[in-house]
């Protein structure tokens, strides 16, 4: 499975970090996803029906610059 990590910016709390996972977490074809707050720093296992501008795109949806 491909492996996106992203540096996500603008999360301050816990509620910023459960909006993020689950607006991964809704797109297909997610496996493994782990957010760090401490550190900004999403690790996303997908299939390669979902591509990395589909993930920025939904967590930019979701109010979080991605870097």
Do not use: F, W
Not at 11 to 40: F, H, W
Not at 41 to 58: K, L
């Amino acid at each position: 499975m491909p492996t996106t990590t992203l540096k996500i910016t603008g999360m301050k709390s816990d509620d910023c970090l459960r909006l993020v996972m689950n607006a991964i977490q809704d797109l297909p074809c997610i496996g493994y996803v782990d957010v760090s707050l401490e550190t900004g720093e999403a690790i996303i296992e997908h299939t390669a029906m979902v591509s990395e501008s589909d993930i920025r795109e939904i967590i930019e949806d979701a109010g979080y610059p991605t870097a």
